[in-house]
């Protein structure tokens, strides 16, 4: 079955330090990718995608990923968080099945804590 | 303004009283989908529809029903809740194809069984 893995749980990082949060899938065909934030007490929000193209996409607030179709990963990174980052990260993928979307499979999340 | 629209935001109800959680969204989109969120599990699917009179299973459909009568609305029923279903529960839209399937949440529905 189609998985999505997020590596860490529970990041705490101090203001300005780089954050780099992994996000892996297992399914081997055309793939949509997301991350979405949630911060405390809210819905989720769409933060950036990859749909083709590019495979370095870059989204609000200063985060990027980097979609690696050899490594299955899709990577989000921000070069300097701040306190106002603190929030749960969810990695999503969908299958494309040429055009049509499928089902949106979430990873577990991490939970991002910025220590101002 | 585009937005998916849940009632109620919270609930707290007893084992076994049938409840229903509404969901409705105004930009005319096919797909919609209800999730729940636990913590440590993130976000699972309940159903999904594709579109009106159209709805499938998703990961964790037990304990639940929906029904698609109107492309705008799309309700989570629950016929006799169990505390197992005490959770945060997310309903989701999108449009169904290409490059314009990002979906949309609903702002959630905490939910309590006791």
């Known amino acids: 079955a189609q998985s999505v893995s997020q590596h860490n749980h529970h990041v705490i990082l101090s203001e300005a330090a780089s954050l780099e949060l992994g996000c892996n899938y297992s399914?081997?065909?055309?793939?949509?990718l997301f991350w979405y934030v949630q911060y405390p007490g809210q819905h989720l929000q769409l933060l950036l995608k990859?749909?083709?193209?590019?495979?370095l996409v870059k989204g609000i607030k200063g985060f990027e990923a980097e979609f690696i179709k050899s490594k299955f990963s899709f990577n989000l990174r921000k070069p300097s968080v701040q306190w106002s980052d603190t929030a749960e990260y969810f990695c999503a993928v969908n299958r494309n099945y040429g055009g049509s979307q499928g089902n949106l499979i979430f990873g577990k999340g991490t939970k991002l804590s910025v220590k101002p | 303004e585009a937005q998916v629209t849940q009632n109620p935001r919270y609930l707290i109800t007893v084992t076994g009283k049938k409840l229903t959680v509404t969901c409705s969204q105004n930009m005319n989109h096919e797909y919609m989908s209800w999730y729940r969120q636990d913590p440590g599990l993130g976000l699972r699917q309940i159903y999904y529809?594709?579109?009106?009179?159209?709805?499938d299973k998703g990961d964790v459909p037990e304990g639940y029903k929906v029904s698609r009568k109107e492309k705008r609305n799309f309700p989570l029923i629950l016929e006799s809740p169990s505390p197992n279903q005490t959770s945060l529960y997310f309903c989701?839209?999108?449009?169904?194809?290409?490059?314009?399937?990002?979906?949309?949440f609903g702002a959630g529905t905490r939910l309590s069984v006791l």
């Open positions: 989701a839209s999108s449009w169904s194809g290409g490059n314009k399937n990002i979906q949309y």
């Open positions: 399914y081997g065909g055309t793939v949509n």
């Open positions: 990859y749909f083709s193209g590019d495979p």
């Open positions: 529809s594709m579109n009106v009179e159209v709805t």
